[in-house]
């Protein structure tokens, strides 16, 4: 059995490949709004292997230029309901 440590590392790489970024990019515009976020980093957090903090968390949102809630996948948000 696969244990995922977060919900967003999909959402994440699926909006990033939308945009047409590398992980590089989406590493540096996290860095340039104050959370360092390695390449290496993203990797294991779109892959599901490491959890993501608050902090990482906005600024994502923020670096792919979304409300936090939409990082998160419709299948969790109705799970919360």
Same mark, same amino acid.
């Given at each position: 059995m696969e244990h995922k440590f977060?919900?967003?590392g999909g959402t994440v790489r699926r909006l990033r490949h939308e945009r047409n970024w590398t992980q590089e990019t989406l590493s540096a515009r996290c860095t340039v709004r104050g959370v360092e976020i390695t390449?290496?980093? @993203?990797a294991k957090i +779109?892959?599901?292997i490491r959890g993501?903090?608050?902090a990482?968390?906005?600024?994502l949102a923020k670096a792919l230029? @979304?409300?936090l809630? +939409?990082?998160?996948p419709?299948?969790?948000k109705q799970r919360c309901k």
């Open positions: 977060n919900v967003v390449r290496s980093t @993203l +779109e892959a599901g993501v903090n608050d990482e968390l906005y600024v230029k @979304l409300d809630g +939409e990082l998160f419709a299948n969790f």
